[in-house]
Nanobody, 129 residues
Framework: QVQLVESGGGSVQAGGSLRLSCAASGYTYSSNTMGWFRQAPGKEREGVAAIRPFGTGKYYADSVKGRFTISQDNAKNTVYLQMNSLKPDDTAMYYC??????????????????????WGQGTQVTVSS
């Protein structure tokens, strides 16, 4: 059974940092793209960052470029999202996702929720001004 378990969320002041973790189990981790998404109340789920198998490619939403960094530890089947210079607009539930994406369309599809088959339960991030 596929399981994605997020951790590391919390409440911080603007300008602060958090590191999210997502531990994966139950499938061939190394063959999947891992993504981070977020959803604020009343808004659609949006792609934040994604990483190709073995870190051969990364995607970032424009709104987080230069502030967030996605990485993974294949030995631990874990993907991370380091979030720096947090802003109140980053407040949302953050979800980890896994899916097999085609190489040719990877950058076009990495930020789309429909590209992913498996999802975690989410971890809340709240940034106060």
């Amino acid at each position: 059974q596929v399981q994605l378990v997020e951790s590391g969320g919390g409440s911080v002041q603007a300008g602060g940092s958090l590191r999210l973790s997502c531990a994966a189990s139950g499938y061939t981790y190394s063959s999947n793209t891992m993504g981070w998404f977020r959803q604020a109340p009343g808004k659609e789920r949006e792609g934040v960052a994604a990483i190709r198998p073995f870190g051969t490619g990364k995607y970032y939403a424009d709104s987080v470029k230069g502030r967030f960094t996605i990485s993974q530890d294949n030995a631990k089947n874990t993907v991370y999202l380091q979030m720096n210079s947090l802003k109140p607009d980053d407040t949302a539930m953050y979800y980890c996702a896994a899916g097999v994406l085609s190489l040719g369309t990877w950058y076009n599809r990495a930020g789309h929720p429909g590209s992913y088959n498996y999802w975690g339960q989410g971890t809340q991030v709240t940034v106060s001004s």
